[in-house]
């Protein structure tokens, strides 16, 4: 049977299924594993897709993102009832009540067959929505991620901030976990983790790996943060930096001797320095600018762009590491000079997204129309593209 076939008989069944009550708060639902079933054949197709993401969403059908396209399966349509029936075992009691006060909770978890998986629950139209992200079954390196060796030796280092931003899906936890697991391999330290949720799962090489998670091992980022240097780490992965004071402690964290990693949601490497600055009062911006400017060591901003083959994507980045220059026009809050400074330092490893974009073009990786459309400026974009 054609496995389209297969999966909308799976939810031809759900639709004879009676909705299932609410969990009773004394009865904890299973936790973390996700139990074979529907959701387990959901995801296994999924996978055997190639899928990164599933979404199920109320009356429409189960709908993949494949190397980056949107695809729907015909005649699979869930119900409300249905989707709450899916992701039932995946919550405890304690999800529950978080998912109807918060609106949206994200959580990791295991499926027996397409492996380690992490979602995010939330609502639309009164109806519970669930978007699936599946995750390789190994940690990533950077050659697997088509990552530049620049990065590794980013890596090396052993105090300072490395953030890594671009939209949500643009593979930020992928190239986190490459980070990390090129220290895991090569050097004899110990690395905390602290993740919403855990999404990677990194095992003891030669140094020793805490994964803290978000809602179940701490309440939130900043609290973690608060103590975490009486816990003798020598590199600190930090999610995302969320909040002012999560921001603060990370920077004075960097500034103390300590490597650490995190991510932002930015598109480029000069609005991730405008982020941080603006998410503090005026009078405290120059404070920080001046902890940024001795913190920092390098931003990467990513995107995944398609291949020419039409079943791969490739990751175009702008990196800028801070140098003097950089440095300098941090303190001197000459932001809008950044991007000239990254244009003309190649030697010092840095590279603007155009220039990322038309090393893939011209290697044929990707077609020119994809390196323009991925672009920040089309007018330097066409003349690297012509040069």
């Not at 009540?97 to 009164?126: E, K, M, V």
């Not at 603060?248 to 941080?276: F, K, M, P, Y």
């Not at 440095?327 to 330092?345: A, F, G, P, T, V």
């Not at 010092?348 to 323009?372: D, F, P, V």
């Amino acid at each position: 049977m054609h496995q389209k076939d297969e999966l909308a008989q799976i939810v031809e069944q759900l639709n004879r299924a009676k909705p299932r009550p609410e969990p009773e708060a004394h009865k904890p639902s299973p936790r973390i594993v996700a139990r074979s079933g529907t959701l387990h054949e959901i995801l296994s197709d999924a996978l055997h897709r190639q899928a990164s993401d599933v979404l199920l969403i109320a009356d429409s059908p189960v709908c993949l993102r494949v190397h980056g396209r949107l695809e729907t399966l015909p005649a699979s349509h869930l119900g409300a009832d249905q989707i709450r029936a899916l992701v039932e075992p995946l919550l405890t009691p304690r999800h529950w009540q978080d998912l109807q006060q918060q609106r949206s909770i994200d959580l990791g978890f295991t499926d027996p067959g397409a492996g380690r998986a992490r979602i995010n629950l939330h609502f639309q139209r009164g109806g519970l929505v669930a978007s699936i992200r599946l995750l390789p079954s190994r940690v990533p390196t950077f050659e697997l991620l088509n990552l530049p060796p620049s990065l590794e030796r980013l890596a090396d280092r052993r105090q300072g901030l490395i953030l890594v931003t671009g939209a949500t899906g643009c593979g930020k936890s992928s190239t986190l976990a490459a980070f990390v697991n090129s220290i895991n391999t090569r050097r004899c330290e110990h690395i905390i983790t602290i993740e919403d949720p855990i999404e990677f799962q990194h095992q003891n090489k030669t140094p020793v790996i805490e994964q803290i998670e978000v809602g179940s091992d701490t309440p939130g980022f900043a609290v973690c943060l608060r103590s975490i240097l009486r816990q003798s780490p020598d590199v600190i992965l930090v999610g995302e930096m969320r909040d002012c004071e999560t921001v603060e402690t990370v920077l004075r964290i960097a500034e103390t001797g300590h490597l650490v990693l995190s991510t932002l949601h930015t598109n480029d490497a000069t609005q991730a320095i405008s982020r941080i600055i603006d998410s503090f009062p005026a009078p405290q911006q120059p404070q920080i600018r001046q902890q940024l400017s001795l913190a920092l060591h390098a931003i990467i901003c990513q995107q995944l762009v398609p291949g020419v083959e039409g079943n791969a994507r490739y990751p175009a980045l702008e990196i800028m590491t801070a140098t003097d220059a950089v440095r300098n026009l941090i303190r001197k809050s000459e932001d809008h000079q950044l991007y000239s400074q990254l244009s003309i330092s190649r030697a010092e490893g840095m590279r603007t997204m155009e220039q990322s974009l038309a090393e893939l073009a011209a290697s044929r990786r990707i077609t020119r129309e994809t390196a323009l459309a991925h672009c920040f400026r089309a007018e330097s974009m066409r003349r690297y593209l012509t040069a």
